[in-house]
């Protein structure tokens, strides 16, 4: 028996897409990790080769990335609104970046929007309130 959906929560099919995203946008940053290392530029939340950031700041991305697709995978109530935090959460790291290596924080801005694109239809496809009609007279 399927249970209704709750005000806040998505669809199964924008449950997927939103974990299927957020999975795409960790091994995105994998990715920025690598070119990173190939082209010897750290960008500010991994460091300079020399000196490392401490360790759980270059988990940052990975550890929002894969909150919000767990979140996603159960499908809690405003998962979209958190997906869209995160998003917003992940531009910020990219503006850090911009002075380093633009290149890096321009990959990093386009995981950040298309995030933002997933995030806001997943808000628009959440269930909403189904207003109590009124009682006849």
Request: aromatic share 8%; hydrophobic share 55%.
């Amino acid at each position: 028996m399927v249970q209704p959906l709750r005000p806040g929560q998505v669809t199964v099919a924008w449950q997927i897409m939103l974990a299927v995203c957020w999975g795409a946008a960790f091994f995105a940053f994998l990715a920025v990790w690598k070119t990173s290392e190939e082209i010897g530029i750290g960008t500010w939340w991994l460091g300079p080769r020399a000196q490392p950031q401490p360790i759980l700041v270059r988990v940052l991305p990975f550890a929002i990335t894969l909150s919000l697709g767990f979140l996603a995978i159960s499908n809690t109530r405003r998962v979209a609104l958190a997906s869209i935090a995160g998003s917003l959460t992940i531009a910020g790291i990219a503006v850090f970046d911009m002075t380093r290596s633009g290149g890096l924080a321009a990959v990093e801005f386009a995981i950040a929007g298309s995030m933002l694109l997933v995030s806001c239809g997943a808000l628009l496809a959440s269930a909403r309130r189904v207003p109590v009609p009124a009682p006849p007279d």
